[in-house]
């Protein structure tokens, strides 16, 4: 799960720091913060592929922010597990029913979190069994940062590999150039929107190399979509 970016938010430090440990003895990058603000400002501004957040936050509470993000385009396939020590069902209930993917209650061991996070990742598709993004014969393999069609290694820059990353774990859906930017480039950064264009004829060349350069396809007016139908 190296290749993954998980952002907690939990008001108590010790238990901020504990989560982080745990996270990163199993490869993955983490960003902490204490409060929803705090988390609102760092999901501007930081590709994120998980959020772990606690339910009660100080001012903007746990199972709100989820809401508001749950409700809001640019965050609603944004994974997020609930951390708590509510453990009655209407509670479960209540965070599952504001678009939560998963719950865990307090006190809890490193090994049910990093359990709970595969669980979730998986079926978000942000990871396989084998920790390889496969579509069609194009294979992503984020550890070795390598990707490949039909077997034959695809010279790509990093910008483009994440840019395939994301289109890969987005299938068959249309982004506009804006939201690419922000998912791929991250919101902090200003580039031109052309910047996309760029790389997408990029990408474009190199898949025509094998015949594949109709799998990242123009939507006149709005943006691009990866997809295996013509």
Known sequence: MSNLNVLVVEDEEAIREMLVMALEQTGLTVMAVASAEQALQ?????MTDLLLLDWMLPGISGVELARRLKNDSSYKELPIILLTARGEEEDKIRGLEIGADD????PFSPKELIARIKAVMRRSGKLSDSGLLNVGDLTLDAEQHRLTIAGHTL????TEFRLMQFFMTNPDKVYSRTHLLDQVWGRSVYIEERTVDVHIRRLRKILATYDREELIQTVR??????SLAG
């Open 221 to 226: 007016g709005f943006g691009y979509r990866f």
């Open 42 to 46: 760092t999901l501007a501004e930081n």
């Open 103 to 106: 719950y865990i209650t307090k």
């Open 155 to 158: 010279e790509v820059s990093p």
